[in-house]
């Protein structure tokens, strides 16, 4: 097990130096192209299988314990320490990073986005992958900053050398809204850790008496939170985010959808609740405000993205809509209760993959017709994608509906469970305001409802043609089904039972809780 999380954490790096040799170690194909992107499947499915096991041979009985732990001393002076381990909260979100960065291998292996040689895409895509799972892996605050950073460089040249139009602006802004968020977070660590003794993560979380007055817990909170915003993100640090998605190449923003944002909303999590619960307690009505504010203005963007004549595109409405579910996962956070927390954990787990589907599904439409943009979709050849691409109408209808909240699928239970968090928030935070969060944050699901249908009303039904007079579009191919099929598959069974779930971070949310107030 210990070996497991080391491979899975390192493995990519060493596939991402063995990408770039003259001649990939691996599978051999047709071309040189055609073998580097079969390395880059070959790479991520050992990854994705190693985590399986590691899911596999996780003592499920005690999900709060950390497990499959490494502790080597390495900054001996500052106590820094190369440590790793998972637990209930962050083994899912492994899984979720193995799982989807695998599918975007598989997927470019067909479909390789337009660009440079494809030795440098595959590298990027690893080094991303590797900087992910390291940040749900590592617990050191360091080395967490370290993994947290490491992953923008790669998803900055994949938005300005394989993305669309305006992609050098959309890369040049991502990357200094997240820079710029993440010096002000770095003073924030190691104002804990330099006044703490340890940059330990799990003895930070259980050991409170280590200096950590309330008035340093509060410029922690502040410094730590504003670059964990900037990624999640929360409005208004959010408008890097539409532009990086619309540019961004589809498995750069399947990436960044599915696996990045999480990144923000984990270390709030792992980090900001257990270590500073003084801090959090004073910033979390204003979190709470901040994230139905966002709620309410992606809803609102997306719906104007979506009526007629308004020449919205189609991945800009799914990157807008993204800063409104991401809300529901920082209210829940915000309301420092199991119930919240938990939702927040699980919304992150069913964004992930609704949106990853969403993305998936938007680049092939983009590739089938040229655009994404709605009202040329929905004009366009009579009976829209119900009748030139059945089965690709209908699996976007079904991302629309699970994006919506429909019971039966996973984006329900995150979204109800931190409305319930909202209900009863912790005992220091003003119950008034929160019932007031929830009322608004409970209106955001009727206009992301409205929105979501509006879409599928407009792009799969389209105006009053018949089926027989419109022309046919490519349905769905062998290669994206077998991309997007797991993704169907875990959102139905997350929402049919979502105690899968929930029996794994549940337990380690309660010890977290407990240990930050103890």
């Known amino acids: 097990m210990q070996f497991l999380l080391a491979l899975i954490v390192v493995g990519p790096l060493v596939g991402a130096v063995a990408a770039l040799l003259p001649a990939p170690p691996g599978l051999k194909g047709k071309s040189p192209d055609q073998a580097v992107l079969r390395h880059g499947v070959t790479v991520t499915g050992v990854i994705l299988l190693a985590a399986i096991v590691l899911a596999l041979g996780f003592d499920h009985d005690h999900p709060s314990k950390m497990q499959a732990t490494t502790d080597i001393s390495w900054i001996p002076a500052l106590d820094v320490r190369i440590h790793l381990g998972i637990d209930g909260i962050s083994l899912p979100l492994l899984v979720l990073t193995a799982l989807l960065t695998f599918l975007c291998a598989l997927y470019s292996y067909f479909k390789m986005p337009t660009g440079p040689s494809p030795k440098a895409f595959v590298a990027l895509i690893l080094v991303l992958e590797s900087g992910t799972l390291a940040t749900f892996a590592v617990l050191d605050l360091l080395l967490f900053f370290l993994a947290f950073e490491m992953v923008l460089i790669p998803m900055y040249f994949l938005i300005a050398r394989w993305g669309g139009a305006q992609r050098t602006q959309a890369a040049w802004k991502f990357i200094l809204y997240t820079l710029l968020g993440s010096v002000v977070m770095l003073l924030g660590l190691l104002l804990i850790g330099l006044r703490a003794g340890t940059f330990d993560m799990v003895a930070l979380a259980t050991d409170n008496d280590r200096e950590l007055s309330t008035s340093v817990q509060v410029i922690a909170v502040l410094a730590i939170g504003?670059?964990?915003?900037?990624?999640?993100?929360?409005?208004?640090?959010?408008?890097?985010?539409?532009?990086?998605?619309?540019?961004?190449?589809?498995?750069?923003?399947?990436?960044?959808?599915?696996?990045?944002?999480?990144?923000?909303?984990?270390?709030?999590?792992?980090?900001?609740?257990?270590?500073?619960?003084?801090?959090?307690?004073?910033?979390?009505?204003?979190?709470?405000?901040?994230?139905?504010?966002?709620?309410?203005?992606?809803?609102?963007?997306?719906?104007?993205?979506?009526?007629?004549?308004?020449?919205?595109?189609?991945?800009?409405?799914?990157?807008?809509?993204?800063?409104?579910?991401?809300?529901?996962?920082?209210?829940?956070?915000?309301?420092?209760?199991?119930?919240?927390?938990?939702?927040?954990?699980?919304?992150?787990?069913?964004?992930?993959?609704?949106?990853?589907?969403?993305?998936?599904?938007?680049?092939?439409?983009?590739?089938?017709?040229?655009?994404?943009?709605?009202?040329?979709?929905?004009?366009?050849?009579?009976?829209?994608?119900?009748?030139?691409?059945?089965?690709?109408?209908?699996?976007?209808?079904?991302?629309?509906?699970?994006?919506?909240?429909?019971?039966?699928l996973a984006g329900f239970w995150g979204e109800m469970l931190a409305l319930f968090g909202a209900f009863k928030p912790a005992d220091d935070l003003s119950r008034p305001a929160f019932l007031t969060f929830m009322a608004i944050a409970a209106f955001g699901t009727l206009l992301t409802a409205a929105y979501m249908l509006i879409v599928v009303r407009r792009v799969c039904m389209g105006p009053t043609a018949t089926v027989q007079e419109a022309p046919r579009l490519a349905d769905v191919q062998g290669y994206e089904f077998a991309a997007w099929t797991p993704l169907v598959a875990l959102t139905v069974l997350a929402g049919l039972w979502p105690a899968a779930l929930l029996g794994l971070t549940d337990p380690a949310v309660q010890q977290l809780l407990a240990g930050g107030k103890s």
């Open 226 to 408: 504003i670059g964990l915003a900037v990624k999640t993100p929360m409005w208004p640090l959010h408008s890097w985010l539409p532009d990086a998605h619309t540019a961004a190449p589809t498995v750069g923003s399947v990436l960044l959808a599915g696996v990045l944002l999480k990144m923000g909303t984990y270390g709030f999590v792992r980090i900001l609740l257990p270590i500073a619960p003084d801090g959090m307690e004073t910033f979390a009505p204003y979190l709470a405000a901040l994230a139905v504010v966002g709620i309410i203005y992606g809803s609102l963007a997306c719906l104007a993205l979506a009526r007629p004549g308004a020449k919205g595109d189609l991945k800009r409405l799914i990157a807008y809509s993204s800063v409104g579910h991401m809300g529901f996962v920082l209210l829940g956070i915000s309301t420092m209760t199991p119930t919240g927390v938990n939702g927040a954990l699980f919304a992150n787990i069913a964004h992930g993959l609704i949106t990853g589907l969403l993305f998936f599904l938007v680049g092939a439409l983009k590739d089938r017709t040229g655009t994404s943009d709605l009202d040329t979709l929905a004009k366009e050849s009579g009976a829209a994608l119900y009748g030139k691409a059945p089965r690709l109408g209908g699996l976007l209808a079904f991302g629309a509906v699970a994006s919506l909240g429909l019971p039966g």
